[in-house]
C-alpha cells in the first residue's frame, strides 16, 4: 500500500481527515471495522442509512437505494464488501454490506436528507479546498499547519516536521532520478527504509503505536523522528553519491542509509538500556507533553 509520505511534494492526509470527520458526525452510532490486509476502515451501510434518514426498515432502505444506484451505474456500490459485524439486536456476527470512507461518501451524496446535508456541504467545501490547493500547492501546507496545531502540537514540532518533510522530498527526488516511478515501489523502498533503521517493518510499527489511518511520523517521539531522519538523509546522500539506476540498486542505498541510522539507535539504547522505539503517538498527552520542550 502506499506510504503516507512516499512520494507527495505536498503532504494531503485526506483519507485520515475524512475518518475523522466521519467519526465526528456518527459517534458511536454506525458500526465500523478496520480490515488489516487493506488498511481501510469500512462502516456499515445500513447503520448510516438508519442514521441519515430515521428510516424504521433500515435493511429495506439500503436495498431501495443500492438497486437504485446500480441501475445509475454507480461502481461505489458494485464494489461494496461484506463483512461480519455484530448485530445490535441479538449480539450474533451477521455478513454486513460495507464501505470505505470514500465508498461512503459517494452513497451519501444519493441519501435524500436533511441529516445528509451537512455531509455534502462539507464534500462541497472540501473539494473547493482541494481546488485551491491545485491552483496554489503553499495552501495546501498552511491547512497542514492548521491540523497540526489543533491537535496540539508545538510550533517546534511543527517546525520540526516541515523540515523532515523537506528531507523526504529530496529523498524522494532521488528515487524518482534512479527511474522509481510506482507507488508500489515507493512504499516498499519507505518500508524498507524504516525496518533498517528501527527493527519494524511500517505495518508492525503502527500497529506497535496503536494507529490506523493515522500518519506514522505525526506519532514519532523526538528521537524517532531524528533517527528516522538520519536515516533518510543518509540515504539520500548515498543515492545522489552513488546514482543507483533502477529499484535493486536504489533499495541497496536504501539499505545502506537506513543501517547508519540502526547503528546509531542500537548503540544508543545500548548506553540507555531500554529501547527508544516507543508505543506512544499523539493522543498520548505525554508525546505531546515531549514536544512542547
Request: hydrophobic residues 35%; contains cysteine; aromatic residues 10%.
Given at each position: 500500500m502506499y506510504d503516507e509520505d512516499a512520494n507527495t511534494t505536498v503532504p494531503v492526509e485526506a483519507e485520515s481527515e475524512n475518518n475523522e470527520e466521519l467519526e465526528f458526525f456518527f459517534d458511536d452510532?454506525?458500526?465500523?471495522?478496520?480490515?488489516?490486509?487493506?488498511?481501510?476502515?469500512?462502516f456499515s451501510i445500513v447503520d448510516v442509512c438508519q442514521v441519515l434518514t430515521d428510516t424504521p426498515n433500515p435493511n429495506n432502505y439500503w436495498k431501495v437505494l443500492k438497486n437504485r444506484l446500480k441501475s445509475e451505474g454507480n461502481e461505489s456500490v458494485t464494489?461494496?464488501?461484506?463483512?461480519?459485524?455484530?448485530?445490535?439486536?441479538?449480539?450474533?456476527?451477521?455478513?454486513?454490506?460495507?464501505?470505505?470512507?470514500?465508498?461512503?461518501?459517494?452513497?451519501?451524496?444519493?441519501?435524500?436528507?436533511?441529516?445528509?446535508?451537512?455531509?455534502?456541504?462539507?464534500?462541497?467545501?472540501?473539494?473547493?479546498?482541494?481546488?485551491?490547493?491545485?491552483?496554489?500547492p503553499e495552501l495546501a501546507f498552511e491547512r497542514m499547519i492548521r491540523t497540526y496545531r489543533q491537535k496540539g502540537y508545538s510550533e517546534k514540532w511543527i517546525e520540526r516536521r516541515l523540515e523532515a518533510i523537506d528531507h523526504r522530498k529530496k529523498l524522494t527526488a532521488?528515487?524518482?532520478?534512479?527511474?522509481?516511478?510506482?507507488?508500489?515501489?515507493?512504499?516498499?523502498?519507505?518500508?524498507?527504509?524504516?525496518?533498517?533503521?528501527?527493527?519494524?517493518?511500517?505495518?508492525?510499527?503502527?500497529?506497535?503505536?496503536?494507529?490506523?489511518k493515522e500518519n506514522l511520523r505525526d506519532n514519532m517521539t523526538d528521537i524517532e523522528l531524528a533517527l528516522n531522519q538520519l536515516a533518510e538523509i543518509s540515504a539520500t546522500l548515498i543515492a545522489n553519491s552513488q546514482k543507483p539506476n533502477g529499484f535493486?540498486?536504489?533499495?541497496?542505498?536504501?539499505?545502506e542509509g537506513g543501517s547508519i541510522a540502526g547503528n546509531a539507535r542500537k548503540e544508543l539504547e545500548g548506553k540507555l538500556g531500554h529501547s527508544v522505539i516507543s508505543p506512544l503517538n499523539a493522543s498520548d498527552p505525554a508525546l505531546l507533553d515531549n514536544n512542547e520542550e
Open positions: 452510532k454506525v458500526r465500523k471495522v478496520w480490515h488489516k490486509q487493506k488498511e481501510e476502515w469500512y464494489n461494496c464488501n461484506q463483512l461480519k459485524m455484530k448485530s445490535p439486536k441479538d449480539g450474533k456476527m451477521y455478513k454486513t454490506d460495507c464501505a470505505t470512507t470514500e465508498q461512503l461518501l459517494r452513497i451519501i451524496q444519493s441519501i435524500p436528507s436533511k441529516k445528509a446535508e451537512p455531509f455534502k456541504l462539507w464534500l462541497a467545501e472540501v473539494g473547493k479546498e482541494r481546488l485551491d490547493e491545485i491552483a496554489d532521488a528515487w524518482d532520478e534512479a527511474g522509481i516511478k510506482s507507488g508500489k515501489h515507493y512504499a516498499m523502498l519507505t518500508d524498507t527504509l524504516t525496518h533498517e533503521w528501527s527493527g519494524k517493518h511500517v505495518k508492525d510499527y503502527k500497529a506497535f503505536k496503536n494507529l490506523h535493486a540498486e536504489t533499495r541497496k542505498t536504501v539499505v
